[in-house]
């Protein structure tokens, strides 16, 4: 598959990511609507908006500019694999 370069097709696949999010959210919270639900669901989704954030823009640009990100599976690779850096002695 090759990849997405039309800008246009890049606004629907957020649109559907946003679609998506929110029709699932809905649908948990109309399965079971408690006010203890809903504080859970926006805490989870701001903990991996944040760790989204820190595991493509922080690592990329502040940790380890020299490396580029494909995707989650390589941010994950990247972190297990990579060297800790050397202290000067």
Known sequence: ???????????VKAALFVV?????CTLILF???DWHI?????LAIWAFC???YFAFYV????IDPSYRFSGILSAI????TRRPPTSPS
């Not at 690779?77 to 297990?80: F, I, N, S, T």
């Open 77 to 80: 690779k990247h972190a297990v």
């Open 31 to 33: 399965d079971d609507p």
């Open 1 to 11: 598959m090759r990849d997405l370069q039309s800008p246009r097709w890049m606004w």
């Open 59 to 62: 690592v990329e640009k502040y």
């Open 20 to 24: 998506i999010g929110v029709t699932a």
């Open 38 to 42: 809903a504080a859970l669901l926006v």
């Open 50 to 52: 944040r760790a989204y």
